[in-house]
């Protein structure tokens, strides 16, 4: 099975505050499109969770079952796969309904695939599945974590 991350998780080289205030800036800008939202909002959950003490140890890793945006090792030891909704409008319902019932299932089952595969083997003190959302609105992205979602 070929499983692929579209990039390496570099350390963070600015502190997370800046990294947070950049992304930010980037969000706001009116002529990104959908897919490039939904890249920076990635971005922007992922350098809030490490802000918060979290570490990724992957982004945008695919399987057959689909995409896990983000996962990470929270300061309790737990691996947390958090997908991550960002929008520019809520016309069309909130982030988190669009994670559906089928999207919960192949989170799940493409969690397992990263959790067996040789490389991805540590000790954890469980797993967890959680929502981000990231609402592009004002003058700072309004982000909301789910933990637990499902």
């Not at 947070?20 to 959908?34: F, N, P």
Request: charged share 20%; hydrophobic share 35%.
């Amino acid at each position: 099975m070929n499983h692929s991350s579209s990039h390496d998780v570099p350390a963070p080289t600015q502190p997370p505050e800046q990294i947070l205030d950049s992304l930010a800036r980037r969000l706001h800008d009116g002529t990104l499109r959908s897919r490039q939202i939904g890249e920076l909002g990635e971005q922007y959950a992922a350098a809030w969770l490490e802000s918060q003490g979290w570490r990724t140890l992957d982004r945008n890793w695919h399987c057959r079952y689909g995409e896990l945006d983000v996962v990470s090792r929270n300061p309790m030891g737990q691996i947390v796969f958090v997908e991550v909704k960002t929008r520019r409008t809520m016309r069309y319902g909130t982030p988190q309904e669009a994670v559906t019932a089928s999207k919960q299932i192949n989170l799940r089952h493409a969690a397992v695939q990263w959790l067996t595969a040789p490389e991805h083997r540590m000790p954890n003190s469980g797993v967890r599945f959680d929502v981000v959302t990231v609402v592009v609105q004002g003058d700072r992205p309004l982000l909301h974590h789910i933990e637990g979602a499902f």
